[in-house]
Structure formats: C-alpha cells, structure tokens
T-cell receptor, first 113, second 116 residues
Framework: ETGVTQSPTHLIKTRGQQVTLRCSSQ?????VSWYQQALGQGPQFIFQ???????GRGNFPPRFSGLQFPNYSSELNVNALELDDSALYLC????????????FGQGTRLTVV | AQSVTQLGSHVSVSEGALVLLRCNYS??????LFWYVQYPNQGLQLLLK??????LVKGINGFEAEFKKSETSFHLTKPSAHMSDAAEYFC??????????????FGQGTTLQVKP
C-alpha cells in the first residue's frame, strides 16, 4: 500500500508567478483534499476533489484552482502568487469524502519572494 | 459553523509526566473528532479519531482521548511523556455540512515540549 506523496517538497517562486503542486493519493482512495498551513497556524481547507469533480471549497480566491485525474492524483494551481501564499501545502487522501479518516502527505513548502 | 479551540499554544512537561492537551469543539451535529501530530517539516499523522462509537478512544503511541458531549471537549492524554512526543498537535472536527465534503476544521495547534 503506497502512501500519499507530494511534489516538489520545496519551492521558491516570485510574486506574480504561477505554481503547480502535485499529489498522488493513497492506493484505493478516490478523494483528495488540499490544505494551506501558514507558519504557526493550523491547516486551512482549500478544496476537495472527489471522482474528478470539485466537491467543496474553502474561503480561497479563484486563483486557487485544482484538478483530479482518472487515477485520482491531483494538482493544485495558484496563479498570480502573493507573498501571503507562502505556506506549507498539504494534500490529504481519503475514501468517499473522508469522514472517517484522511491520510496526509509530507507537504510542499512554498516560499513566495 | 463548526469550530475547534485548543487551549494553550504551548505545553511543557517533564519526561515521564502526564500529557494533557485540551480541545473544545463547536458543532450543531454529532461531530467526528480527530487528533493529528506534526513533526517538524512533516505532514500530519493521525493519532486517533472519534466517530460516535466508544467515547474513550485509544490511539497510537500510547495516546488516548475522551469525548465529552456535555463539555464539548475532546482532550488528548498520555500517562507518561517520552522525549519523542515533542511535536505540534492538532485537534480537528469533520465538517458534515451540506457540502458533504468531510473537510477537516483544525484548531491552532499546541506545541508539546518534553523536558529531560
């Protein structure tokens, strides 16, 4: 059974640029959720993808977008990067919406300069 | 709306002492509750979860938590702290609202320091 993997682990981008983060879900899971964790804070829900469709969104602007692929892996795209987008981005995979358990990847540390 | 409050952003205990990390939740529906641990530069690891079965939940690494509906609490305890328990701990509630996402709402976290 493979765990949740995220790539890259670290990334430095310039304000205004665009970034794509990737997540491979755990084997057997069809749901991927993305979270943003600012330094010293708890993770904040960005959105969830279930069977390739967006299935709920947190309080994040439209420049945060995502995709889920037929193999249930997922991408998080952020356009027009701002300094406040600097954070640890966590991907969580679960089965059927994940009420009972979500498994997290190690995260991608994004720094915007 | 559901929310989670973790009382105490930093907790310091001596090795071998009792660990108590406090979590209170707000929910209009029966909640699912979770405790996660995060080591530096790592993702989140599930310690334990409450999903409306037994109110006393046992997790990994000797941790347990008790769901108390009357107090809207889900405090995390461990009888004897180890140096390896030093980490950030997050309490979370699952949002079972109309969006049906099962998204997690996290508290601000508690940093546990274990002194030798």
């Amino acid at each position: 059974e493979t765990g949740v993997t995220q790539s890259p682990t670290h990334l430095i981008k310039t304000r205004g640029q665009q970034v794509t983060l990737r997540c491979s879900s755990q084997s057997g899971h069809n749901t991927v959720s993305w979270y943003q964790q600012a330094l010293g804070q708890g993770p904040q829900f960005i959105f969830q993808y279930y069977r390739e469709e967006e299935n709920g969104r947190g309080n994040f602007p439209p420049r945060f977008s995502g995709l889920q692929f037929p193999n249930y892996s997922s991408e998080l795209n952020v356009n027009a990067l701002e300094l406040d987008d600097s954070a640890l981005y966590l991907c969580a995979s679960s089965f059927e919406g994940g009420y009972t358990e979500a498994f997290f990847g190690q995260g991608t540390r994004l720094t915007v300069v | 709306a559901q929310s989670v409050t973790q009382l105490g952003s930093h907790v310091s205990v001596s090795e071998g002492a009792l660990v108590l990390l406090r979590c209170n939740y707000s929910s209009s529906v029966p909640p699912y509750l979770f405790w996660y641990v995060q080591y530096p530069n790592q993702g989140l690891q599930l310690l334990l979860k409450y999903t409306s079965a037994a109110t006393l939940v046992k997790g990994i690494n000797g941790f347990e938590a008790e769901f108390k509906k009357s107090e809207t609490s889900f405090h995390l305890t461990k009888p004897s702290a180890h140096m390896s328990d030093a980490a950030e701990y997050f309490c979370a509630v699952s949002d079972q609202g109309s969006s049906n996402t099962g998204k997690l709402i996290f508290g601000q976290g508690t940093t546990l320091q274990v002194k030798p």
